[in-house]
């Protein structure tokens, strides 16, 4: 027999507050597409999209406690989905202009080459990196994952992948300008 959710949200939140998982189940059914269309039109990702539409759904079961009722659930629900997107937004944008940054510093520090050279001294430039910086550094920069998606590929947090970034683009210089020199 399928789950029949009350046709009161108030009595929707309590059923979910209470722990009936079939409950939350069928807000999330009912709004999934609202919250992906909002998302995927911020972000004009698909994989980001799913990305924010299941955060959004986590956030809303975590924080279900603390709606006021002040208006709709799903005007609720789309507030969080829409200030996910928004922060994502900047943070894409800032590791973008981090990640062009390095690049510029990156080729300017470096000879002009041929591109196939250039390649072989990047790679080579990565193969010396420890496994977890180099792996980072490959799914964020080359891969253009955000930071949360390589945590979860990686399977450790989001600072630990920052850091990791971080000190791999610290090395890779070093490492591009000695090949610089040579």
Sequence with gaps: MAYMPPANEHDRIQNSLAGEPKAFAAFVQENQKMVFSVVFRMTGSMADAEDLTQETFLRAYQHLDSFRGQSKLSTWLCRIAVNLALNWRAREAHRNVVHNTWAEN???????????E????????LDKLPPKQRAAIILTLYENQSH????????????????RVFAARRRLKRILKGISHE
């Design 148 to 163: 949360a998606e390589a945590a979860k590929i990686l399977h450790c947090t989001e600072a630990t992948v920052s850091w």
């Design 106 to 116: 990156a080729i300017s520090d470096t000879p002009a080459r041929f591109p196939d």
């Design 118 to 125: 250039l390649s072989q001294h990047v790679q080579q430039a």
